[in-house]
């Protein structure tokens, strides 16, 4: 990969593979130099694309956004030289212009609705998974029938027509039960929309007003910037020509980033005009994953790590019985053991992700990160024939450097099938390569007169984000 830094892992469709399997493994990660020009206003505010973009406002409006061209520059300097002396490396060539963009989400209604609902937009918890939600008037069996009439994806096209069973697995968010008189939520994770979502690290829940069916634009922007954790939005509303089905499109013009979609609540009260349940069906879904600004910071050196090489063996004294059981295991500093199976598969790859693997059970320890692992049979003496003695070589990645010996306890656990020797079982640790970090100490982050603690050179996203969310 050619001047593309760290690029996603290639993906692979087997499907007419007959026999085996077809990895990828990244052998080397990209990186890339990437730092952001932030204009800013005799203010101090930064200049944003809403303004730039419509030419602060004048009447014969000229797009600037992403107008400047900025050309990079590589240059070198020893570790004493603070300013003045630096060496010219290489031509970086030109900066790329990223521009926001903002979240804008789609209120469909079909022709046929009457009556009224309210919106809530919920920031209290992580969402892990963008969710489109279809909530609507459900009596007797026809909460089966409306299972099958609503398209949970993003595509208004595919409204109707879709089988019961293309939402196998799709889940409730809420209300009552299916079949019941009343308002019922239908909804399920989206496959592949909006990745993992962004935290709402203590962020607030509230709902709007009652909002009439055919409730203008105006009316449910007024709506949502009355809710005291939504700051702007612009609304949109159209009537389809063909079959009179109502869009609401809402663009999030200050609340910036990957948000929550919005959430049907029924109405309150009993008024005719907006308190009087929602006669069909309300589907919200994203239509463009809301981006900030990105900023890389990478810690660096030009001289490539050594990764930390260790070795699970596991035996039994010579010259009879198997291994069997499991074994606990755990890296110091970690806040928990793990049990590892005396036949546990190397990788992920090979227990098919149910959390089996040495590898997997590594990585749930809160100090390690990720590692790779590879498995091989041993004989524990000369004749062994039983096949249940192995090896497990585990390179780390994250931590990297010198790594402490994993520690290993095997009471309780592994045993000896032997008659008389149960607790002669064993699992060696052996440092096979010594892990070599260029990189040491500690950074600082600092954003207009806050800042952050000092933060480790390979500090854990956990560990950056939490420290970029506190004011200091």
């Not at 009355?226 to 200050?254: C, K, Q, R, W």
């Amino acid at each position: 990969m050619i001047n593309t830094g760290n690029v996603p892992t290639l993906r692979v469709n087997s499907t007419n593979v007959t026999n085996g399997f077809v990895t990828v493994n990244e052998l080397l990660s990209g990186a890339s130099n990437e730092f952001t020009i932030e204009p800013k206003k005799a203010s101090g505010a930064p200049v944003k694309d809403v303004t730039s973009g419509s030419n602060f406002g004048a009447a014969d409006p000229i797009d600037f956004s992403g107008g400047d061209v900025f050309f990079t520059e590589l240059w070198s300097s020893g570790t004493d030289v603070l300013d003045g002396t630096h060496t010219w490396t290489s031509d970086g060539g030109v900066a790329s212009y990223s521009p926001v963009l903002y979240e804008i989400q789609r209120l469909y209604l079909p022709s046929n609705s009457t009556g009224g609902f309210r919106l809530k937009f919920d920031q209290t918890s992580d969402f892990p998974g963008k969710v489109d939600q279809v909530c609507g008037y459900v009596s007797g069996d026809f909460g089966a029938g409306m299972r099958g009439k609503v398209d949970f994806l993003d595509s208004v096209e595919a409204q109707e027509g879709l089988a019961p069973s293309a939402y196998d697995g799709q889940t409730w968010l809420g209300g009552g039960n299916e079949g019941s008189f009343g308002y019922e939520c239908f909804g399920g994770t989206r496959a592949g929309g909006g990745g993992q979502g962004a935290p709402r690290l203590g962020g607030e829940s509230h709902t709007t007003a009652n909002i009439t069916v055919n409730a203008s634009a105006l009316d449910v922007k007024n709506a949502l910037e009355a809710l005291p954790n939504i700051e702007a939005v612009d609304v949109s509303y159209a009537i389809d020509s063909e079959d009179g089905s109502m869009t609401y499109l809402v663009t999030f013009t200050h609340d910036l980033g990957d948000l929550p979609l919005l959430q049907y609540e029924s109405p309150m009260g009993s008024s005719s005009s907006s308190g009087v349940a929602l006669s069909s069906y309300l589907n919200v879904s994203e239509v463009q994953e809301g981006h900030t600004e990105v900023q890389t910071v990478t810690t660096d050196a030009d001289i490539g790590f050594i990764r930390e090489v260790q070795t699970l063996t596991s035996g039994v004294p010579c010259c009879n019985g198997q291994a069997q059981g499991f074994f606990n295991v755990t890296l110091p500093g970690a806040d928990s053991w793990v049990r590892i199976a005396y036949n546990a598969p190397a990788e992920a790859r090979h227990s098919g992700g149910n959390g089996t693997s040495v590898q997997e059970k590594l990585q749930s320890l809160s100090n390690v990160g990720r590692v790779g692992v590879t498995r091989q049979v041993m004989k524990a003496y000369s004749n062994d024939t039983s096949s249940s003695h192995f090896q497990w070589s585990v390179t780390f990645y994250d931590p990297v450097g010198d790594v402490p010996d994993l520690m290993v306890a095997t009471a309780g656990g592994l045993t000896n099938s032997a008659p008389g020797k149960t607790s002669s079982a064993y699992v060696d640790v052996n440092e096979v390569t010594k892990g070599i970090s260029p990189l040491g100490g500690t950074f600082t982050l600092s954003f207009g007169d806050d800042y952050t603690d000092d933060l480790d050179f390979d500090a854990s996203n956990e560990t950056v984000t939490d420290w970029c969310m506190i004011k200091r």
